[in-house]
């Protein structure tokens, strides 16, 4: 019996997984996540293989997917999502993960990923591997990333793009200048940059003002 988890912030998907495998004897989904904060704290060492949703709440799966192994040696991740840029797909295989699904994945398919992972192999959807395949000859994949952002957040990432300072954001959004920082630092979480300049730089990227 594979024991599988699974962390995604849209409970539709979470039952639809857990329906698609209802009658499957081999596999049972004996916990669901909607953060990543749960997952880290409260993800059983039974579990041997966990789902994970690239765009959560509260991060990036990309980065918690190193973050999750580096603490559970025995995990193995599939990542789950609505995204097929090769980036990411590239990014969380080189942080650990063994598949990449979507989240259209059929009954048969993610079956198969579920055992073929089980055992230690890598499972990638012909999908997948053809997105892979143009990215390394140079022709490109549409759809992008997008994560999701607080209001708040919208509100602290459009200031810095007018250089405003840290004392004059929580002056103007009437907070603490700690309480600007702790969201500036959850910004440079979700975007998967290093610092103020990369926030900016994927702002104007992606689109988010």
Do not use: W
């Not at 499957?24 to 949703?53: A, G």
């Not at 000859?137 to 992008?144: A, H, P």
């Amino acid at each position: 019996m594979i024991q599988i988890a699974i962390t995604d912030d849209h409970t539709i998907v979470i039952e639809g997984i857990k329906t698609m495998l209802k009658s499957n004897k081999e596999i049972e989904v004996v916990q669901s996540f909607e953060n990543l904060k749960d997952t880290f704290e409260q993800l059983d060492p039974s579990v041997e293989i966990l789902l994970l949703d690239i765009n959560l709440p509260d991060g990036n799966g990309i980065q918690a997917c190193k973050e999750l192994l580096e603490k559970y040696s025995h995990l193995k991740i599939i990542a789950l999502t609505n995204f097929e840029d090769s980036i990411f797909i590239k990014q969380i295989l080189k942080n650990g993960a063994l598949g990449y699904l979507l989240k259209n994945t059929s009954k048969t398919e993610l079956t198969e990923a579920l055992k073929q992972v089980q055992l230690g192999n890598r499972y990638l959807p012909k999908k997948i591997s053809d997105i892979l395949l143009n990215d390394s000859i140079g022709l490109e994949n549409s759809n992008y990333f997008i994560p999701k952002l607080t209001t708040r957040e919208k509100e602290i990432l459009a200031l810095i793009i007018q250089e405003f300072t840290t004392e004059e954001m929580a002056k103007k959004l009437y907070v603490s200048t700690k309480t600007v920082e702790s969201h500036r630092s959850n910004l440079i979480q979700k975007l998967g940059v290093k610092n103020t300049a990369g926030l900016v730089r994927v702002a104007f990227e992606k689109g988010l003002i």
